[in-house]
């Protein structure tokens, strides 16, 4: 069974820094690629920033471009999100979210459960 675990979230100032972890178990994990993806109350799910197999790609929402690093550790079967200088249109639930296939989709076969980040002062 395919699990993701995610944790990392809070609340932070306007301006802080957090990082989520996803853990990743139950499959061969440089066989998928993997992102992050964040809901805000009354807004789609938009893809945040995801990574390929390798970490050889990436990809970066505009919004995040510049503030955020996806990283990715396969020996340890994770994914981080580095989030700095972070703005109160940051505050959503935040996904990891993977699949063998295809790349940073909504589609991804396999999703965490969500982790809240609040920007507020």
């Known amino acids: 069974e395919v699990q993701l675990q995610v944790s990392g979230g809070g609340l932070v100032q306007p301006g802080g820094s957090l990082r989520l972890s996803c853990a990743a178990s139950?499959?061969?994990?440089?066989?998928?690629?993997i992102g992050w993806f964040r809901q805000a109350p009354g807004k789609e799910r938009e893809g945040v920033s995801c990574?390929?197999?390798?970490?050889?790609?990436?990809y970066y929402a505009n919004s995040v471009k510049g503030r955020f690093t996806i990283s990715r550790d396969n020996a340890k079967n994770t994914v981080y999100l580095q989030m700095n200088s972070l703005k109160p249109e940051d505050t959503a639930v935040y996904y990891c979210?993977?699949?063998?296939?295809?790349?940073?989709?909504?589609?991804?076969?396999?999703w965490g459960q969500g982790t809240l980040v609040t920007v507020s002062s």
């Open positions: 979210a993977t699949d063998s296939r295809i790349f940073c989709s909504r589609a991804s076969d396999y």
């Open positions: 139950g499959l061969t994990f440089d066989d998928y690629n």
């Open positions: 990574i390929s197999k390798s970490g050889g790609s990436t």
